[in-house]
Each structure stands twice: as structure tokens, then as C-alpha cells.
């Protein structure tokens, strides 16, 4: 699953987290997450990985 801005913001929502806690559960700093969720920032690989992992997703590299 591709990671999108709109994407991290539903899914965030979904699971009644603020901008604040996901950068908590994830490891980024908040305005990093207001960032990519505005468009504004294109996550690095690493910060992708961070928020899948906050997600509870699976990589595209492990599942293959």
C-alpha cells in the first residue's frame, strides 16, 4: 500500500489519533507529520517505515 498524504490522514483519523500522537507512536516530530500530511514534505523511506510501523502495516519488502 502506497502511503499518501491524504492516505496518512484518513487512516490517522480513523483510529482517533492527533497529529500529535501519531508523531508519538511513529517517532516523528509532530510538524514532520503536519508536513507530509499537507503535502508539503515527500517522507523520506525511513519515515515511511516509521509510520507503517505506527499503522501496523507491513512493509512492501517483507511481504515479498
Known sequence: MKLTAEKITEMR??????????ARQSGLH??????????????????IAKLEKAFGLESDKAQS
Open 13 to 22: 483519523t480513523h483510529k482517533g489519533w492527533s497529529k500529535s500522537e501519531l
Open 30 to 47: 509532530v510538524s514532520t507529520v503536519s508536513q507530509i500530511e499537507n503535502g508539503r514534505l515527500a517522507p523520506y523511506p525511513g519515515q
